[in-house]
């Protein structure tokens, strides 16, 4: 399984001198195996940037595949969806996946297409674009995606809606995805560290700092100090602090990871452009 990050920050795209070595796009994770489908973890900012980078391949000409799954539906979550290239190449065939809450998730989505916000053509419709499916995620039902045995579940608080971590495998490594989860009581935090458990990659929201933390405690976001206690219950190998804060400054990234040197498995703050093997 190879996993890169094309996103890394929350909230919204500042780009600065400070934080120019961890990257400023939202959210996004691109996840390949050995088949040939395309699994992605968020449609951020990140997203224009990975869209750019298939459509030098099959989905530039029409014959790609790929698996959206989202987290939840703010806009660091979202914002790159109109502009991914790939998805108005006819022939192309993109299966979107997500929790939507009191709505669908594709009516949540189709509306921030309108034409009153979006100047992009609306491949949601038929007759534009590619084949786009979304689905709304069955919280029982683990999907199996290509070679992707995907499980989810919404593991702690989130603010504006449903919140939906993933654990990934393809038979040879497993990647755990929090991206935002806000630990309430003890029984979400041993929920994660089940979902997370002996995770190859855990990839997950360190948005408030430590020392931060306690005054915005409910506020939907983790801290490193949190996601370093889920990697450790659950015996991952490796821990990714990521949905960085959009002011959080490289060295401020880098003070946290220092802060954690303690810990059993490798810690490191997530780049934009970094890659994994597992």
């Given at each position: 399984?190879?996993?890169k990050l094309w996103g890394a920050r929350g909230g919204i795209s500042i780009p600065r001198p400070q934080t120019r070595r961890y ?127 995907v499980e989810h579940a919404e593991v702690g608080h989130s603010h504006g809606g449903p919140c939906t971590a993933y654990r990934i ?8 995805y929090l991206p935002v989860v806000d630990y309430r009581d003890e029984a979400s935090r041993e929920r994660a560290a089940a979902l ?83």
């Amino acid at each position: 399984m190879k996993v890169k990050l094309w996103g890394a920050r929350g909230g919204i795209s500042i780009p600065r001198p400070q934080t120019r070595r961890y990257g400023v796009n939202t959210l996004c994770v691109q996840v390949e195996s050995s088949g040939s489908s395309t699994l992605i973890l968020d449609g951020g900012i990140g997203l224009n940037g990975l869209g750019n980078a298939l459509f030098a391949g099959a989905f530039g000409r029409g014959q790609g595949q790929a698996h959206l799954l989202f987290s939840h539906t703010h806009w660091s979550h979202i914002q790159g969806v109109p502009f991914c290239l790939p998805l108005l190449i006819p022939g192309n065939a993109f299966r979107l996946f997500g929790r939507g809450g009191a709505r669908s998730m594709r009516a949540l989505l189709l509306e921030q297409m309108q034409p009153t916000f979006c100047p992009v053509p609306n491949f949601f419709y038929d007759h534009i674009g590619a084949q786009v499916d979304v689905c709304d995620l069955d919280e029982k039902q683990p999907l199996q995606l290509g070679e992707f045995q995907v499980e989810h579940a919404e593991v702690g608080h989130s603010h504006g809606g449903p919140c939906t971590a993933y654990r990934i495998s393809d038979g040879h490594a497993t990647l755990a995805y929090l991206p935002v989860v806000d630990y309430r009581d003890e029984a979400s935090r041993e929920r994660a560290a089940a979902l997370c458990r002996g995770a190859d990659l855990l990839i997950h929201d360190a948005y408030h700092s430590d020392d931060e933390y306690p005054a915005r405690q409910h506020s939907g976001h983790s801290c490193p100090l949190h996601a370093a206690d889920v990697a450790s219950r659950a015996d991952a190998k490796h821990l990714i602090l990521f949905n960085h804060h959009p002011m959080r400054t490289d060295d401020e990234l880098d003070a946290a990871v220092s802060a954690l040197s303690d810990r059993p498995m490798p810690i490191e703050a997530g780049c934009e452009g970094n890659e994994y093997s597992l």
